[in-house]
């Protein structure tokens, strides 16, 4: 079974950056999209980011659209979420996850509707990296 670790999360100051990390053991990734996805304390699950299998698409959550940049490096069997400009309502769990193999997962449904109408199309989730934003 594919299995996805994130890494990169930490403390940052408003502003300030981080890169995010998930890596894939088991499997190859060049078959998978995978989403990004965040939980903060007390609220839903919800979408962050998605990349296409070949990673000429992504997807974004209107609240991280501009500041936020996800990308795949296939021979590193990793995705990358680049976060920019972070605010303290960024702050959460970042847990990457992938759909089966060859299935375009990466749509608008992520960033819109309740986790119940999408969540069960990720199969493969990772453990989640902390992500705070606090002065």
């Known amino acids: 079974q594919l299995q996805l670790v994130e890494s990169g999360g930490g403390l940052v100051q408003p502003g300030g950056s981080l890169r995010l990390s998930c890596a894939a053991s088991?499997?190859?990734?060049?078959?998978?999209?995978i989403g990004w996805f965040r939980q903060a304390p007390g609220k839903e699950r919800e979408g962050v980011s998605c990349?296409?299998?070949?990673?000429?698409?992504?997807n974004y959550a209107d609240s991280v659209k501009g500041r936020f940049t996800a990308s795949r490096d296939n021979a590193k069997n990793t995705v990358y979420l680049q976060m920019n400009s972070l605010k303290p309502e960024n702050t959460a769990v970042y847990f990457c996850?992938?759909?089966?193999?060859?299935?375009?997962?990466?749509?608008?449904?992520?960033?819109?509707?309740?986790?119940?109408?999408?969540?069960?199309?990720?199969?493969?989730w990772g453990q989640g990296t902390h992500v705070t934003v606090s002065s």
């Open positions: 996850a992938a759909p089966p193999p060859h299935v375009s997962a990466c749509h608008e449904a992520l960033f819109i509707l309740s986790p119940a109408e999408w969540v069960t199309d990720f199969t493969s």
């Open positions: 088991g499997f190859t990734l060049d078959y998978y999209a």
């Open positions: 990349i296409s299998i070949t990673g000429d698409r992504t």
